[in-house]
């Protein structure tokens, strides 16, 4: 199948799944894409569960249950890796939107990456432990 054909269009978010034309400037993209719709889903969430919680004890300490179980701390982590990343790239889309490191944007994104691993890391290491 063609993706690329004038009469898919409708079906251009197709395109993203053709990993052959991926380089690092296409994986950012989508990086900070996906990580914004994860960040908006997340606000949308967070504002229902505080809508909940504002119910009074009653329902905070079931809350706090859930919130302590290690399937809802791998969510946290997950959280913290998008805020991680999408901060980060968006550092990096920012510096060269006014002129800083245009030549060097792929090496920057690669540091400003490895970065956020390490901080994703000594996250987990927290969020886990604690």
């Known amino acids: 199948m ?8 409708r079906f251009r978010f197709l395109r993203w799944f053709d990993f052959r034309s991926w380089r690092l ?4 993209y989508i990086l900070n894409r996906v990580t914004a ?5 997340y606000l ?4 229902a569960v505080l809508t909940m919680l504002a119910q009074g004890p009653s329902s905070w300490d ?33 510096l060269t939107g006014f002129g800083i490191g ?3 944007q792929k090496p920057l994104f690669v540091a400003l990456m490895i970065v956020a691993a390490v901080a994703l890391i000594a996250g ?3 969020i886990f432990a604690g």
């Open 2 to 9: 063609n993706l690329y054909r004038p009469d898919l269009k």
């Open 25 to 28: 400037g296409m994986i950012a």
């Open 37 to 41: 719709i994860g960040l908006v889903l």
């Open 44 to 47: 949308y969430i967070h504002l």
């Open 62 to 94: 079931p809350f706090i249950r859930i919130a302590r179980a290690p399937w809802f701390l791998a969510l946290d982590v997950l959280l913290l890796a998008g805020m991680l990343i999408h901060g980060l790239n968006g550092l990096r889309i920012a």
């Open 102 to 104: 245009v030549r060097g």
């Open 124 to 126: 987990a290491l927290k």
